[in-house]
T-cell receptor, first 115, second 114 residues
Framework: ETGVTQTPRHLVMGMTNKKSLKCEQH?????MYWYKQSAKKPLELMFV???????ENNSVPSRFSPECPNSSHLFLHLHTLQPEDSALYLC??????????????FGDGTRLSIL | AQSVTQLDSHVSVSEGTPVLLRCNYS??????LFWYVQHPNKGLQLLLK??????LVKGINGFEAEFKKSETSFHLTKPSAHMSDAAEYFC????????????FGKGTRLSVIA
């Protein structure tokens, strides 16, 4: 039990589909993050939310659209994805994103495959 | 700027022998450093963290790491490897600018041979 739950665990979709990834944290944290983990590449930070407000967007293509309705929930809406978007998408949360020695807690990820 | 370099992409040890996973850091400030572990099909789990208190940090599952400022290193060790230690390990430094607080190394894959 990590305190951060991601659904679905696996997702296969075509390039024209629209789907959403969901993340929920039960830790009372204020910040939430989306990461992309591809084979043979370092972990890539995609989005940061602090108190529901987006504070960072690391030049992510617009086919990825995040949504954070409250401090406990984070979504990643997907549309018109490309084969290179196949990866493990990890959600994380922390007490605050200011770097004050706070570790991030990760979910188990959604394995996304684009056909 | 803060960064970490994991010196080995893959380490293989026999069960019961010591583990050494190497990490060097670069930081303009006194760094805060973490080690995370990722088992197959799982997210990242925090093993231990250094935040300028004791230089020898003990973590979960028998792992520990020593912060050496003179060598800018934060190597992860364990006296005796277990089969369940086979996983990917990430060295991480806190970045103090902007809102992207963690900088991840590329990871070291640890294999444990029976």
């Amino acid at each position: 039990e990590t305190g951060v739950t991601q659904t679905p665990r696996h997702l296969v979709m075509g390039m024209t589909n629209k789907k959403s990834l969901k993340c929920e944290q039960h830790l009372g944290h204020n910040a939430m993050y989306w990461y992309k983990q591809s084979a043979k590449k370092p972990l890539e930070l995609m989005f940061v939310y602090n108190f529901k407000e987006q504070t960072e967007n690391n030049s992510v293509p617009s086919r990825f659209s995040p949504e954070c309705p409250n401090s406990s929930h984070l979504f990643l809406h997907l549309h018109t994805l490309q084969p290179e978007d196949s990866a493990l998408y990890l959600c994380a949360s922390s007490q605050d994103p200011s770097g004050s020695n706070q570790p991030q807690h990760f979910g188990d990820g959604t394995r996304l495959s684009i056909l | 700027a803060q960064s970490v370099t994991q010196l080995d992409s893959h380490v293989s040890v026999s069960e019961g022998t010591p583990v050494l996973l190497r990490c060097n850091y670069s930081s303009s400030y006194s760094p805060s450093l973490f080690w995370y572990v990722q088992h197959p099909n799982k997210g990242l789990q925090l093993l231990l963290k250094y935040t300028s208190a004791a230089t020898l940090v003990k973590g979960i599952n028998g792992f520990e790491a020593e912060f050496k400022k003179s060598e800018t290193s934060f190597h992860l060790t364990k006296p005796s490897a277990h089969m369940s230690d086979a996983a990917e390990y990430f060295c991480v430094v806190i970045k103090y600018s902007g809102n992207t607080p963690l900088v991840f190394g590329k990871g070291t894959r640890l294999s444990v041979i029976a």
